[in-house]
């Protein structure tokens, strides 16, 4: 955060960096959560999570590609590649991975219009030291094991009650959502350090500073004003299975192209993983497994998009109040995938005229007596 390049930037040139190994590498077997989404001039792939190694490790993707769809490949077969990079939650760089998915593998599809599919991971060998965390298979779907972070009176209360109380806050902690609240839960077993409160949108500070990816020789900054902790604050640790398909589709950034660099797209706050609940609602839990009733659980059709060229947009998918950076997401089900959808709706206009149930927040305070 601190680094500084010849022109004063905060973190140098902006680059989508991951270490792209050309030896040692493998194909694995895996699976793969992703949805369809849609936004002005483009259409694509966004993945939540990829699952490898037996079944039993998931990895979050950071960074990741639009992808290249071919059609036909057999008669009525379809495929999609795009690249993801990952890493385990503190590691300093990224492995980029190549997924490739085929129309015929679908395996299941969620409630909100998430898609899994079986998929073949070209990537580096020891592929499992990259995993986010671990997770194991639950009848067609996986539960991931998660943390939340907690004080000691709180988590005493959670054991007996079987009781997890849901948040209000929205992803900077700055503001109460009045439409929906969220189980947080992260990657993080244990919260050591600054940078591990940043990783969950938190600062002893109460900031964090972004900076922006444009081609101006020096980049703007932004101070983003986030919950303030420290890592006294939270000192117990509790465990959690959560399934794959409770978890809500992640904020992102889109990259523009700058000079020699292809536009990409980034995963906010990744290792931060939110249930959503309508207002009030509980997450309940027997012997760790987090479960939530039907008509309990909040999804939207969309996700914010912040435009990583702007400080406006930087700032958007931690404010969660934007309505115009927005990605629809496509609510595909057992009767159309993604392929199919794709090919019939090909070089059209996939936004205008879209409405959403759009996140509400509390009204800030007005200014003055």
Known sequence: MNFNDAWGNLRGEPSRWAFASTG?????DGFIKLRLGHSEGRSYLIPDMVIAVGGCRFF??????????????????????????VGSPRAGGRERLVIDIRSEDRMRIYDDGAQL????IDGPRGLASLASGICQQDGDDFRLVLFHHTTPAARKSISTSGELWSSPWNLAGTRRLTNVAYGYFTTLSKIKGERDLQTIAMSSAGEIRFQTTSDRLIEQTLTLTVYRDSTKGRTEAM????????????????????????AYFEIVCPDILRVGVIPGASLWHLHGKIDIADDQEKNFDYVIIGDASSQDGLSAPFNEEETRQ??????????????????????????????IDARELEPLPADGP
């Open 326 to 355: 927005i990605t629809h997401v496509e609510r595909l089900d057992a009767t159309t995938d993604l392929f199919e959808f794709w090919l019939a709706h090909q070089n059209s206009d996939q936004v205008s005229g879209r409405r």
């Open 60 to 85: 979050l993707p950071t960074f990741f590609g639009p992808p290249i769809l071919d059609f036909n490949i057999e008669p009525g077969k379809h495929r999609a590649r795009f690249n993801v990079d």
């Open 24 to 28: 040692k590498r493998r194909t694995y």
């Open 239 to 262: 465990l959690f299975k959560v399934g794959l398909g409770n978890i809500a589709p992640f904020h992102i950034y889109f990259h523009p192209m700058v000079r020699a660099e292809p």
């Open 117 to 120: 599919y079986r998929c073949e």
